[in-house]
């Protein structure tokens, strides 16, 4: 576990949300080869299940500022609602991004008040992902998004490093895993008589089939 604060200061009240030498710290522990499209050779599955009491879930690895994770976040959070199901977050840092690490630091501080907060904020940068060009606008806009829910934002987010702990954590989660793109979306089940993951190669037409799928394999290993 990474324990120093290698995002700098992460301030809420105009200070800089990501320093140049966080860049260099977050980026140099980020050895990931990102390709698009291609299947991910899983390398240790121990992530890939539903939590407790869940008999099927979505697993997702994502980063803030990619573009298709964006664009698959609303159909995400729809699935998870129609079929009421959990849908687990990973982050995976992409490199040539600037400001998703101090974003997801960010997300991590408003997750620590309640997840639902945690979770508006991540679709809320989702949705306004390409406003958000460069550090000094995310800090703008995470001023906005905590004045518009009543929270008084302290000068440092992250003073001791914490939530930057738990991000560093989940890049070599993502890492021991397999994971070599954004976003990464599995199926995961539980004592299913088919496959315990599925990797939903494209969300936009086979999310829901791979969710059915799922739901009646768990469902007829319950039966026997």
């Known amino acids: 576990m990474l324990r120093m604060n290698w995002f700098g200061s992460v301030c809420g009240?105009?200070?800089h949300l990501l320093s140049a030498i966080g860049c260099a710290a977050i980026f140099a522990t980020s050895a990931f080869v990102f390709q698009c499209g291609?299947?991910?050779q899983v390398h240790d599955g121990s992530a890939l299940h539903p939590p407790s009491g869940a008999r099927v879930?979505?697993?997702e690895f994502d980063d803030l500022e990619c573009p298709a994770c964006a664009a698959t976040n609303s159909l995400l959070k729809s699935s998870a609602a129609k079929y009421q199901i959990p849908w687990i977050h990973h982050e995976l840092?992409?490199?040539s991004?600037?400001?998703s690490p101090a974003a997801t630091v960010n997300a991590h501080w408003f997750e620590a008040k309640s997840k639902a907060l945690g979770d508006e904020y991540r679709d809320a940068v989702f949705a306004n992902q390409g406003s958000i060009y460069n550090t000094g606008m995310l800090t703008q806009f995470t001023q906005n998004f905590a004045k518009a829910h009543g929270i008084a934002l302290p000068f440092s987010l992250d003073p001791q490093g914490k939530f930057a702990a738990e991000v560093?954590?989940?890049n070599e989660l993502a890492k021991r895993t397999g994971i070599t793109k954004t976003p990464t979306i599995f199926i995961v089940t539980?004592?299913?008589k088919g496959a315990p993951f599925i990797e939903?190669?494209?969300p936009q037409t086979q999310l829901y089939t791979d969710i059915d799928r799922a739901i009646a394999d768990t469902r007829q290993a319950s039966a026997r």
Request: proline share 4%.
């Open 57 to 59: 879930a979505i697993v």
């Open 97 to 99: 991004h600037v400001w």
């Open 200 to 202: 939903v190669a494209n």
């Open 38 to 40: 291609a299947q991910t």
């Open 168 to 170: 560093q954590q989940d």
């Open 93 to 95: 840092m992409i490199p």
């Open 190 to 192: 539980q004592n299913s």
């Open 13 to 15: 009240n105009g200070g």
